[in-house]
Nanobody
Framework: VQLQASGGGLVQAGESLRLSCAASRRTASNNGVGWFRQDPGKEREFVAGISWNGASTTYSDSVKGRFTISRDRAKNTVYLQMSSLKPEDTAVYYC?????????????????WGQGTQVTVSS
């Protein structure tokens, strides 16, 4: 399974971005997917996750209420809608496919990772 993350860019604080994570294989639609982010010098941070059918979602406290994760199984794509962006949201964002049908905040539970897309939020 290959994952392609896209949609990053440079925005001002308060603006929105939508990230996409496209999977190369249809079987990835049976896996949970998570979004993580990492800023240089900091540890990787779980952002949001979604189950295989989209029925279960989870968010980190830092993005809850501002970010929304969703998926289109027909397109093998998972989205991360980011609103009310803050400078502290600046990071490289990665999507990953879980070993199971559900997501997890534990990065070791993911066995496929995308290449990352840069999000920069200016104040």
């Amino acid at each position: 399974v290959q994952l392609q993350a896209s949609g990053g860019g440079l925005v001002q604080a308060g603006e929105s971005l939508r990230l996409s994570c496209a999977a190369s294989r249809r079987t990835a639609s049976n896996n949970g997917v998570g979004w993580f982010r990492q800023d240089p010098g900091k540890e990787r941070e779980f952002v949001a996750g979604i189950s295989w059918n989209g029925a279960s979602t989870t968010y980190s406290d830092s993005v809850k209420g501002r970010f929304t994760i969703s998926r289109d199984r027909a397109k093998n794509t998972v989205y991360l809608q980011m609103s009310s962006l803050k400078p502290e949201d600046t990071a490289v964002y990665y999507c990953a496919a879980s070993r199971t049908s559900y997501s997890s905040s534990d990065g070791s539970q993911y066995n496929y990772w995308g290449q990352g897309t840069q999000v920069t939020v200016s104040s």
